[in-house]
């Protein structure tokens, strides 16, 4: 097939070289920005005068027509064309003639390129943006049901001191609202339209540049049409978010891959989000967990390459900005699926409460409480923190928890041991003391959790 461009050559493009130049096989997938941009800038050449009402109406015309063949199976996307807007040109002046080759008027393949890219990766944002705002739902009712199942926390991977799942989970909500945050200022910084940049240095034709953005839904024109053609800072930035979302993802993945094994027990995972072994009949694995863990290098990949593409890239448009988008659309796709399974495997995850209080206990997470309630009784802090040390690797020699030791026995260590020690160490009262903002205490968890309903609500979702 003829070039779109072959005016200038006297030789066909050997079909090595045509293939490794071509994007069709990767393009097509924003085939309906093309198509969506393409209207914009036709309305536009007619309101300028630049094309008759005739022909705008002809094209229209034809890009629906296209656009339905394609969306019903009649007309397939082939690498019989070099790219996607090779594809719907050649199909459109096959349809009405003449006139849709006044389509591409006042326009360069890099400003169309430009457009769908951005017109492409500002419906991503607003897709993944939704998934987390799904996703912050289920672990808000997670919260909701689990504000007195008390467990360890840790530092180092060692137990630390007692809090709830609700307070765990809470700092998981506060991860992935600064993501959408991320995600909401990309989109104020890229939601501008580079159509009419031109190749690289806008054009003859007198366009109207604001009226084409705002039929797209932009904020206004990009305000340099170097720039405009040459940025991809809005993918890089979203590639960048889209790291830490999944960097987020892992943590909290190796987090439930470690409370699932035999010697935590924290969590049974549903059979949907696991599998067996094809020898160990005993074998309930955390394969979503395991798996999400191991795309985030993926992600982080594509992220890289992207970086490393355009950090030698001098001005205007170089075909090596066509390597933004395998490993971009990869990269979304990932971690789309990713959030939702995630988000299905949390919505349907059991806790075994009784079993994480326990191992609260077992790991002397109330061994702070313990020397602030000898502190309480008039002994000094660095020698309550040795008295309640040396208690510690008694109990370890014995297999008992603080609370299990008699009164007598405490009072071994120091007598200021009364028997509210009890009630001082209890995982109760050792969690709900915590009442300063952000704590796992009852009252302040209940006010973290109204915020975190109060955002839900209030924050305003992209694009809307």
């Not at 656009?67 to 070099?82: N, S």
């Not at 049901?145 to 709830?164: C, R, S, V, W």
């Not at 439930?256 to 969590?267: D, K, L, R």
């Not at 020698?383 to 026995?409: F, N, T």
């Amino acid at each position: 097939m003829a070039q779109l461009w072959g005016g200038r050559f006297t030789k066909e493009t050997d079909k090595l070289v045509y293939a490794f130049n071509a994007s069709i096989g990767f393009d097509q997938k924003f085939f309906h920005e093309d198509v969506t941009g393409s209207r914009a800038h036709v309305k536009m050449l007619s309101k300028q005068g630049i094309l008759t009402e005739e022909e705008r109406d002809a094209i229209l015309k034809g890009l629906d027509s296209i656009e339905k063949d394609v969306d019903e199976g009649k007309l397939e996307i082939t690498d019989e064309y070099e790219d996607i807007h090779s594809f719907v040109e050649a199909n459109l002046i096959d349809r009405i003639g003449a006139a849709g080759k006044k389509l591409h008027t006042g326009r360069s393949r890099n400003d169309q390129v430009a457009l769908d890219m951005r017109l492409y990766t500002r419906a991503q944002v607003q897709e993944v943006d939704a998934l987390l705002k799904h996703f912050l739902e289920t672990i808000l009712k997670v919260m909701e049901e689990n504000k007195d199942t008390y467990m360890p926390g840790f530092t180092h991977l060692q137990k630390a001191q007692p809090i709830t799942l609700a307070h765990h989970f809470g700092a998981y909500f506060e991860m992935f609202k600064r993501d959408r945050l991320r995600l909401n200022d990309i989109h104020e910084r890229m939601n501008y339209c580079p159509l009419g940049s031109g190749a690289l240095a806008g054009t003859t034709y007198p366009l109207d540049r604001e009226y084409v953005a705002e039929e797209l839904d932009f904020y206004g024109p990009t305000a340099n049409s170097m720039d405009g053609v040459s940025d991809r800072d809005y993918l890089i930035e979203f590639l960048s978010a889209l790291s830490i979302i999944m960097m987020h993802l892992s943590r909290f993945s190796e987090e439930v891959i470690i409370w699932n094994s035999n010697e935590y027990g924290f969590v049974e995972i549903d059979d949907a989000y696991s599998t067996g072994s094809s020898i160990m009949p005993q074998k309930k694995n955390p394969d979503i967990a395991e798996l999400v863990r191991g795309k985030t290098g993926r992600v982080y990949g594509a992220l890289t390459s992207l970086l490393t593409t355009m950090k030698g890239i001098p001005l205007a448009y170089n075909k090596d900005m066509q390597e933004d988008k395998e490993l971009s659309f990869d990269a979304i796709d990932t971690v789309k699926g990713c959030i939702a399974l995630f988000d299905g495997m949390i919505a349907t995850m059991k806790f075994n409460k009784k079993v994480m209080a326990e191992s609260a206990m077992k790991g002397f997470t109330n061994a702070t409480d313990a020397a602030d309630y000898l502190v309480n009784k008039g002994v000094p802090f660095r020698d309550a923190h040795g008295i309640i040390g040396r208690i510690v690797v008694s109990c370890i020699e014995k297999g008992i928890s603080i609370d299990e030791m008699s009164l007598s026995e405490l009072k071994e260590f120091a007598p200021e041991f009364e028997n509210d020690i009890y009630e001082a160490i209890s995982l109760e009262t050792c969690v709900n003391k915590r009442l300063t903002t952000g704590a796992p205490g009852l009252e302040a968890i209940e006010e973290e959790i109204e915020a975190c309903k109060e955002y839900l609500i209030t924050y305003k979702e992209i694009g809307l």
